[in-house]
C-alpha cells in the first residue's frame, strides 16, 4: 500500500503523516488520529505490512465515528486485517484507471480512448 499524503473519510480529508512521535505519546501506540485536527498519524520506522494495516485501524476509528459505532479496538482491528488483505491480495481490483483530460471533443476523446485502450491490451492491428 502506498501511504498517501491524506485520504478523505466519510466527506472529511484527514492529513497522513509518517512520524517519530505521535502527539498521543504512548509507547504502545503505533498511529493515531484526530478527528478535530483531520490528522491521522502513523509511527515511522514500522515494517510496511504493519504500517498499512495500522493505517486501515485509524481509517475505521473515522469510519466508525462516522457511522456512530462505539470505538470498539478488537472489532475495528478484525477489519482493519481483513480489508488490508482484501486490498493486498486482490490489486487487480483496485488499480487506478484512467481519466480523460476535461474539454476534449468529440474526436480528441475517441483518439485518447483509443490510446488508452492500445496502452492497456496492446496494438491489436500491428
Ligand atoms: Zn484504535
Same mark, same amino acid.
Given at each position: 500500500?502506498?501511504?498517501?499524503?491524506?485520504? #478523505? &473519510?466519510?466527506?472529511? @480529508?484527514?492529513?497522513?503523516?509518517?512520524? $517519530?512521535?505521535? $502527539?498521543?505519546? *504512548?509507547?504502545?501506540?503505533?498511529?493515531? &488520529?484526530?478527528?478535530? #485536527?483531520?490528522?491521522?498519524?502513523? @509511527? +515511522?520506522?514500522?515494517?510496511?505490512?504493519?504500517? +498499512?494495516?495500522?493505517?486501515?485501524?485509524?481509517?475505521?476509528?473515522?469510519?466508525?465515528? *462516522?457511522?456512530?459505532? $462505539?470505538? $470498539?479496538?478488537?472489532?475495528?482491528?478484525?477489519?482493519?486485517?481483513?480489508? *488490508?488483505?482484501?486490498?493486498?491480495?486482490?490489486?487487480?481490483?483496485?488499480?487506478?484507471?484512467?481519466? %480523460?483530460?476535461?474539454? %476534449?471533443?468529440?474526436?480528441?476523446?475517441?483518439? +485518447?480512448?483509443?490510446?488508452?485502450?492500445?496502452?492497456?491490451?496492446?496494438? #491489436?492491428?500491428?
Amino acid at each position: 500500500m502506498t501511504i498517501p499524503e491524506s485520504v #478523505k &473519510i466519510g466527506g472529511i @480529508r484527514y492529513k497522513v503523516e509518517v512520524v $517519530d512521535a505521535l $502527539d498521543v505519546e *504512548n509507547a504502545d501506540l503505533v498511529g493515531s &488520529i484526530d478527528y478535530r #485536527k483531520q490528522r491521522i498519524q502513523l @509511527r +515511522a520506522g514500522m515494517g510496511s505490512d504493519i504500517t +498499512a494495516q495500522t493505517l486501515w485501524h485509524e481509517i475505521l476509528h473515522a469510519i466508525f465515528v *462516522n457511522l456512530g459505532f $462505539d470505538q $470498539d479496538e478488537t472489532r475495528i482491528e478484525q477489519f482493519a486485517a481483513v480489508l *488490508n488483505a482484501l486490498v493486498v491480495d486482490n490489486p487487480e481490483m483496485f488499480e487506478k484507471r484512467a481519466a %480523460l483530460p476535461a474539454g %476534449l471533443n468529440g474526436e480528441e476523446a475517441a483518439q +485518447a480512448i483509443a490510446q488508452a485502450s492500445m496502452n492497456i491490451y496492446g496494438d #491489436k492491428s500491428a
